[in-house]
C-alpha cells in the first residue's frame, strides 16, 4: 500500500497509526525487496518547500528533503560547515547521493545482514529477542558496545553533525538535539528516538565559525559504495597555535554516532603539535570495550583521529 502526501500534515497523520516514511527511498527500496518494512509507504518526496537551504542571522535552516548532493556541492555551505558537507559529497555514490535526502541519511535503517536477512529474526524487527550477530558473525559490529545491538550506526551525516550541536526540528517535538535524535542506544529496537507520526522537517546548524579547521575521514573495505569500518569527523578552532576549541565525532563504532568528548577536553588549551595530537589519539580508544571479532576496529580508530587532526590544521 502506497500513500502520496501532499503536505506535512497529510504525511504525519498517515504515519501516525502505521507505516514508513519515504523521501529518497534508497534506504526504503532495499528493504521492500527484502520484505522488511511497515506498510503502507508514505511518500513524502513532493512535499513542497522542504528542500530550501536558508542562510540567517543565527545559523542555517536545511529542509529534511534536500538531497545529499545538493548540500555536499555547495559553495556557501562548504565555506561555513566544512565538517558537514565533506562527508556528504563522499558517502555511497554520486547517483545515491542525487537521492538520498538529509533527513532519511540520518533516519536509514541498520545494515546489519542479520537484519536485512528476510527469513531471520532479531530484536530489531521486533520478531526476536535474541541477537544473532553477538554470538555470531560481527566483525563488522560495534568496539564500543554501549547497548544490546551491536550494529554500527549507519549515519555519516548524524555523525558530522554532532560535531556542529546541530538541532532537529521534528512533527510534534519542535526542536530537539541531534545527541537526542538518536538517544544512548539502549533500545534494541531503533536507530532514533522517533516515535510514529513524528518526521523530520528541518535541520538548524549553528551561526559559522570563521576559519574553522575541519577534517573527515574514514577507512573502508573498498574505495565506493560501502559504509565504512571506522569514521571520524573533526573541528578544530585555533588560537595562534592553541587549540581553543576541538569537536570530533565517531562513527561506525558504536549503535549511535558520539562525541569524543575526553578527547576534546585533552586537545582544548594545548598547542596543536605532533605530541598534543599522539596523546588524542591514544586516548580516543580509552572507553572501547570491543567484541570479539572487532579487536581490529581500535587501530584503526586511533589511526583516524590522528589522520583527521594532522588533515585539520593542514587546511588553509
Ligand atoms: C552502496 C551504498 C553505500 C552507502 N554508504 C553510506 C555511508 O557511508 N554513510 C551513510 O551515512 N549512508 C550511506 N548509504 C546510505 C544512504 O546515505 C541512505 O540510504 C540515504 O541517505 C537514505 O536517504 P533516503 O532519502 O533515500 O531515505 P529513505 O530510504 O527514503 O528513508 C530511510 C529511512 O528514513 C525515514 N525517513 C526518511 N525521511 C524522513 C524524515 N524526514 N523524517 C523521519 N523519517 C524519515 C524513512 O521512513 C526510512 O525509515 C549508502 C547507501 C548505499 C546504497
Ligand atoms: S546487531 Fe542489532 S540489528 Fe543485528 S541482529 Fe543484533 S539486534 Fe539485530
Known amino acids: 500500500m502506497h500513500i502520496q502526501a501532499k503536505s506535512i500534515e497529510e504525511a504525519v497523520r498517515a504515519h501516525s497509526t502505521e507505516g514508513e516514511f519515504r523521501a529518497g527511498g534508497t534506504d526504503v527500496q532495499e528493504r521492500i525487496r527484502a520484505g522488511n518494512l511497515s506498510l503502507p509507504i508514505i511518500d513524502i518526496q513532493s512535499i513542497a518547500v522542504l528542500d530550501e537551504i536558508e542562510f540567517h542571522e543565527s545559523g542555517t535552516t ?17 565555506r561555513d560547515y566544512p565538517a558537514f558537507t565533506l562527508p556528504t559529497r563522499t558517502l555511497a555514490t554520486p547517483q545515491i547521493r542525487n537521492f538520498a535526502t538529509l533527513g532519511g541519511s540520518l533516519c536509514q535503517r541498520t545494515r546489519c545482514w542479520y537484519y536485512r536477512h528476510p527469513e531471520l529474526g532479531c530484536p530489531k524487527k521486533g520478531n526476536s529477542d535474541t541477537c544473532l550477530a553477538r554470538d555470531g558473525n560481527h566483525q563488522r559490529g560495534v568496539c564500543f558496545d554501549f547497548g544490546p545491538c551491536v550494529a554500527p550506526h549507519p549515519s555519516s551525516v548524524g555523525c558530522a553533525l554532532l560535531t556542529y550541536d546541530a538541532q532537529v526540528e521534528v512533527t510534534g517535538r519542535g526542536k530537539i538535539s541531534i545527541g537526542d535524535l538518536y538517544g544512548d542506544g539502549s533500545d534494541p529496537t531503533r536507530e532514533h528516538t522517533l516515535e510514529k507520526g513524528q518526521m523530520i522537517t528541518h535541520v538548524h546548524l549553528p ?6 579547521k575541519a577534517a573527515y575521514y574514514r577507512m573502508m573495505s573498498r574505495k565506493w559504495a560501502e559504509w565504512p569500518a571506522v569514521e571520524v569527523v573533526t573541528r578544530l578552532m585555533l588560537d595562534g597555535n592553541v587549540i581553543s576549541d576541538a569537536k570530533l565525532s565517531l562513527g561506525a563504532v558504536a549503535n549511535i554516532p558520539f562525541r569524543l568528548t575526553e578527547v576534546e577536553e585533552l586537545l582544548i588549551g594545548n598547542p596543536a603539535n605532533d605530541d598534543t595530537f599522539q596523546s588524542a589519539a591514544q586516548l580516543s580508544v580509552a572507553r572501547a570495550n570491543p567484541l570479539p571479532q572487532t579487536g581490529h576496529k581500535l587501530k584503526m580508530v586511533v589511526a583516524c583521529v590522528l589522520h583527521t587532526l594532522q588533515q585539520a590544521v593542514a587546511t588553509t
Not at 529542509?63 to 562548504?78: M, W
Open 207 to 212: 551561526k559559522a565559525i570563521e576559519n574553522e
Open 62 to 78: 536545511i529542509g529534511a528533503l534536500t538531497t545529499l548532493e545538493s548540500i555536499g556541492n555547495h559553495d556557501q555551505l562548504q
